[in-house]
């Protein structure tokens, strides 16, 4: 096989072809994003070195279940269990989730957006064997929004004073992109 691909999608199934070989499960260290294998019930059965930095914390192999994550919470900033979270969803389902993000609190308290791909594994016969799941940090995209939105409405409010303060937040933004740069 060759290096593992740049998008999202091509990883999946570049590991979905290493897991369905049966190849040496060392090989999915070499995927730069964290990704990580459960059983059929969800329980966590390998993750990649990745997954580490990423949930700032060392997931536990037959014990964790469902995700790597410390903490989750919906964009809204809502909890969300990891029984519901959407790598569960694409256990409970048998299907690829796809198109939703979520936010994930470290130990420490920081937090990450990521934007997940949970993939079933399934057997010859169709039946579920485990999952996939490879995580994409989406953090700098998101303040990057949020510094342009700030930027925006400052360039069309009246009040000079509201604009003064937008331009700082967009600043905040900026400078914490910077930071994880």
């Keep these: 096989m060759q290096a593992f691909g740049t998008s999202a999608e091509d990883m999946v199934h570049q590991a979905l072809a290493v ?8 090989r999915l260290d070499e995927i730069p994003s964290p ?9 966590v059965t390998f993750y ?4 580490i930095g990423f949930s700032g914390r060392t997931p536990e192999a037959g014990r964790d279940r469902w995700c790597v994550t ?3 919470y919906t964009d ?4 969300l269990a990891h029984e519901e979270c959407p790598m569960a969803v694409a256990i409970q389902e048998k299907r690829p989730v796809r198109g939703v993000t979520a936010v994930a609190e ?3 308290g920081s937090r990450v957006n990521f934007r997940p791909y949970p993939t079933p594994l399934l057997d010859e016969s169709g039946e579920l064997i485990g999952a996939v ?5 989406i953090t700098s995209s998101r303040l990057r929004d949020k ?4 930027l925006r409405l400052a360039a069309t409010v009246g009040d000079p004073e509201v604009g003064r303060a937008l331009k700082g937040l967009a600043q905040e933004y900026e400078q914490k992109m910077l930071a994880l740069a």
């Design 106 to 108: 470290r130990p420490d």
């Design 147 to 150: 510094m342009e939105q700030c």
């Design 70 to 72: 410390w903490k989750l």
């Design 48 to 51: 990649n070195r990745a997954c």
């Design 19 to 26: 897991l369905a070989q049966d190849s040496e499960l060392a």
């Design 35 to 43: 990704l990580y294998v459960t059983d059929a019930q969800g329980v």
């Design 133 to 137: 799941n490879l995580l994409v940090d």
């Design 76 to 79: 809204a900033g809502e909890a």
